[in-house]
């Protein structure tokens, strides 16, 4: 997967209708679809896609698509 498709997934995932596209360094925080329900949304694409159990903590430590491309593993993405 590229990092423009895991953005569109991101973008498609999260129901996002307040802006146009995501990009790496939007902050998932300020965005108003940002919710409880959007995390586990993540949680669903991230395990579906790379095998991948995003953490609570992973969470705290993500505040955009970059920083979460960083805990799945850049070099999941070509």
Known sequence: MT????????HKSLEIESI???????????????DSFSILSLIALADEHFGIKLTSDDFAAAQT??????????????
């Open 3 to 10: 990092r423009q498709e895991f953005l569109s997934h991101l």
């Open 65 to 78: 698509p970059a920083d979460l491309m960083r805990i799945i593993g850049d070099n999941r993405f070509s």
């Open 20 to 34: 146009p596209a995501l990009s790496e360094d939007t902050r998932l925080r300020d965005l108003e679809e940002f």
